[in-house]
């Protein structure tokens, strides 16, 4: 008996037989998820840090394949990069030379799966009172 035929055959996998093994999995998946979204929902407050925000950063950075690099301007890149010659511009990524990169592929990861117009209207559309900004939700459900 490969599938059920009849009703009672149905209910019969549902209650005794693999079906039930399915159902108890579903339901144990379900109610993590569940209270998962409620724990993040009570307890998130924003990003903690500002070193999230830079993490944050690399990790759109990276989402767009523009490799290890941040549009934040840190003054030593700039020294460094005028000391080789290189020069910079205000408006092109440096290289990323401070955070670790581990969280940052994390929340790459997530941002790359999405399509690219969500994923830039995630950092574009600043937030109305009392919503929060949209990155931030994403980017503390990534951990």
């Given at each position: 008996?490969?599938?059920p035929r009849t009703i009672q055959e149905w209910i019969?996998?549902?209650?005794?037989?693999?079906?039930?093994?399915?159902?108890?999995?579903?339901?144990?998946?379900?109610?993590?998820?569940?209270?998962?979204?409620?724990?993040?929902?009570?307890?998130?407050?924003?990003?903690?840090?500002?070193?999230?925000?830079?993490?944050?950063?690399?990790?759109?950075?990276?989402?767009?394949?523009?490799?290890?690099?941040?549009?934040?301007?840190?003054?030593?890149?700039?020294a460094v990069l005028d000391a080789r010659g290189g020069?910079?511009?205000?408006?092109?990524?440096?290289?990323?030379?401070?955070?670790?990169?581990?969280?940052?592929?994390?929340?790459?990861?997530?941002?790359?799966?999405?399509?690219?117009?969500?994923?830039?209207?995630?950092?574009?559309?600043?937030?109305?009172?009392?919503?929060?900004?949209a990155a931030d939700y994403f980017c503390s459900g990534?951990?």
């Amino acid at each position: 008996m490969n599938r059920p035929r009849t009703i009672q055959e149905w209910i019969h996998w549902l209650e005794a037989g693999r079906g039930a093994r399915v159902v108890k999995l579903a339901a144990l998946l379900l109610g993590t998820l569940a209270l998962s979204l409620l724990v993040a929902w009570k307890q998130f407050h924003g990003p903690v840090s500002e070193g999230t925000l830079r993490q944050a950063d690399l990790a759109r950075q990276l989402a767009r394949g523009e490799g290890f690099t941040t549009l934040i301007n840190y003054p030593q890149v700039h020294a460094v990069l005028d000391a080789r010659g290189g020069g910079f511009s205000v408006d092109a990524p440096l290289p990323e030379l401070y955070e670790a990169p581990l969280y940052a592929l994390v929340i790459a990861g997530g941002l790359r799966v999405l399509p690219a117009a969500w994923r830039e209207g995630l950092f574009t559309d600043p937030p109305q009172p009392p919503d929060g900004f949209a990155a931030d939700y994403f980017c503390s459900g990534s951990i």
